[in-house]
């Protein structure tokens, strides 16, 4: 089992940008969907934004459309959330999961934080 490993977290202020990788190694990556989710203290987890491997299909949640980017490098087996105009409302741990296309098995990494002050 290969675990999805995130990185690029950090403190902002409202208004900056971070962007966050999400590195699967070791994996056919196009046989791949990666999604980004989110949870903040006393909230449920929400869905972010993901991305097929294999077809490059997108999706993105309305509360970020406009703020972020989702894109894959297959060469790199690694997806980018380019996250622009945060808001305090963006503070969470951010999870990366690898979803399998062929057999619908998920794998999470641990999640990198993301703080947004005012």
């Known amino acids: 089992e290969v675990q999805p490993v995130e990185s690029g977290g950090g403190l902002v202020q409202a208004g900056g940008s971070l962007n966050l990788t999400c590195t699967v190694p070791?994996?056919?990556?196009?046989?791949?969907?990666i999604g980004w989710f989110r949870q903040a203290p006393g909230k449920e987890r929400e869905g972010v934004s993901c991305?097929?491997?294999?077809?490059?299909?997108?999706y993105s949640a309305d509360s970020v459309k406009g703020r972020f980017t989702i894109s894959s490098d297959k060469a790199k087996n690694t997806v980018y959330l380019q996250m622009a105009d945060l808001k305090p409302d963006d503070t969470a741990v951010y999870h990366c999961?690898?979803?399998?296309?062929?057999?619908?098995?998920?794998?999470w990494g641990p999640g990198t934080q993301v703080t947004v002050s005012s």
């Open positions: 999961k690898q979803s399998d296309l062929w057999d619908g098995n998920d794998y």
């Open positions: 070791g994996v056919n990556f196009i046989d791949y969907a």
């Open positions: 991305i097929s491997n294999s077809d490059d299909n997108t």
